[in-house]
């Protein structure tokens, strides 16, 4: 999944961004509040991790202008304040989850998974591609009830390319779902894991086709 972290603690958004990254995330990181306005305006991540007290923008501003545009994404909010009416403050303002620090990060990695499970719907868990089926929550693969070992970056272009419902996707959109946004990574790598992922999947009727300059699309067999 993608991930939009905004907190301008560099050594916690490292940590942070580390964990998430360890679990298979795909993680953007982003100090001011008023960089984040801009981003999160139009980035495609799946959840947000949201710093209360940011330079530029607060916290709680950028939460509350994302809720009044419609845009309905789980936010974590995360801060030192503890009081009560603290904590009533961001949920009212629209946060899905309230994280105190210091914080434990095995507790920030469960909340994120539970608001992740919260958001599929029981129609959404189980998909059929080719002879597979996906479980999204718990982001695997299944073939016949058995699960198909995939390298967690692998997986992520594979649901990247799923997502993409058989519509051509770049390989800077790939790279990007990957890494984050404007990570420093070459994006000849994403050649070398669509080959990869392509070997996996094949003996499935799935095929991942290229076009260059173009990028790449994932393709069922019909028979499947």
């Known amino acids: 999944m993608r991930i939009t972290l905004v907190e301008d603690n560099i050594s916690l958004a490292k940590g942070i961004c580390y964990r998430l990254e360890d679990a298979g995330h795909a993680v953007t990181v982003l100090g001011n509040g008023s960089d984040a306005e801009s981003h999160l305006t139009g980035d495609g991540a799946d959840l947000i991790i949201l710093d209360v007290n940011l330079p530029g923008t607060d916290g709680l501003t950028l939460l509350k202008r994302m809720r009044k545009r419609g845009d309905t994404r789980p936010v974590i909010l995360l801060t030192a304040r503890a009081q009560t009416e603290d904590r009533v403050l961001g949920l009212d303002a629209g946060a899905d989850d309230y994280l105190i620090k210091p914080f434990e990060m095995a507790e920030l990695e469960a909340r994120v998974r539970a ?110």
């Open 115 to 224: 608001l992740l499970r919260r958001r599929a719907t029981p129609q959404q868990q189980i998909l059929r591609i080719g002879a597979l089926n996906y479980d999204a929550v718990s982001r695997q693969l299944f073939a016949d009830g058995v699960e198909i070992d995939i390298p967690r970056r692998e997986f992520s272009v594979f649901e990247c390319l799923f997502a993409a419902a058989g519509r051509l996707v770049s390989k800077s959109v790939v790279l990007d779902h990957v890494y984050g946004v404007g990570a420093d990574v070459e994006d000849t790598v994403v050649e070398v894991y669509v080959s990869r992922l392509r070997r996996r999947l094949s003996p499935y009727g799935l095929q991942i086709k290229s076009q260059r300059g173009l990028g790449y699309q994932l393709l069922a067999d019909a028979s499947q």
